[in-house]
């Protein structure tokens, strides 16, 4: 099962729900795969991932394997990222089937993992549209303030029209509240606009705000083992429980 996170507006937990859903799944014993899309390579600088001599940049120019640039992190492996992968895009424009590189890549590995999962760029650039390309699944973590929902738009109608034209297996797996504070209306009110009016699944899970979440990439460790009794951690592991039923991979 191929998962992307994405969401085209920076600081929506994206990252963090990808490291941290990954560290969860693998906790069950799910064979994991994580794929640092992101120039910023901050998915890679979270799990202690530093100077790799080879990055998704190679793999996306065809000039390595994804299997060759594996790093084991917390029971998973990590396709790492660096500020390589920002010339990526340029160098990969013109050639044909530019969409389907990392989908190409992906089908090498794709039999060795229950779970890969894909952390992209907050924008829909070529990289994005490369593992919306290669995906099944998508989640769009998401904090509950109205500007987020100008963003769902943007995410909905994206993902329509890479689903049109370029993958007609993808799917919006669910919106995951995130940075929840219970104490607002303001969170509640906007939960219960969206139930009213998209046709998206709402997971159930919700990750709450919680300083251990902020802390973790620091010492290079996912929430769940730099503090794993913290709500943090409690609630990835009860979003990976979601994930396992909802997908019964």
């Not at 001599?53 to 994804?66: G, P, R, Y």
């Amino acid at each position: 099962m191929i998962i992307t996170v994405i969401n085209q507006k920076g600081g929506t937990g994206k990252t963090t729900t990808s490291v941290n859903l990954g560290c969860a799944l693998a906790q069950t014993k799910k064979k994991v795969l994580l794929i640092d899309l992101d120039p910023q390579g901050n998915l890679s600088y979270w799990l202690g991932v530093t100077a790799p001599e080879l990055t998704m940049a190679d793999v996306m120019m065809q000039e390595a394997k994804i299997a060759d640039i594996l790093q084991e992190r917390e029971g998973l492996s990590v396709a790492p990222s660096d500020m390589s992968l920002a010339d990526v895009e340029i160098n990969i424009a013109s050639i044909e089937q530019r969409e389907s590189v990392l989908k190409k890549a992906l089908e090498e590995v794709e039999a060795d993992y229950d779970y890969i999962v894909i952390d992209c760029p907050p924008s829909l650039s070529l990289l994005t549209v490369n593992a919306l390309t290669a995906t099944e699944r998508v989640i769009v973590p998401l904090q509950m303030e109205v500007l987020s929902l100008q963003g769902l738009d943007q995410i909905v109608s994206s993902v329509a029209r890479i689903k049109e034209v370029l993958n007609d297996k993808l799917e919006i797996l669910g919106l995951l509240p995130v940075m929840v504070d219970g104490r607002r209306n303001l969170s509640r009110e906007i939960y219960d606009y969206i139930e009213e009016n998209y046709d998206l699944n709402l997971f159930e899970s919700k990750i709450r705000s919680n300083v251990r979440v902020s802390e973790a990439p620091s010492f290079g460790e996912s929430v769940l083992s730099y503090s794993p009794n913290s709500n943090g951690a409690e609630d990835y592991r009860q979003f990976a429980k979601e994930i396992l039923k909802l997908t019964k991979n």
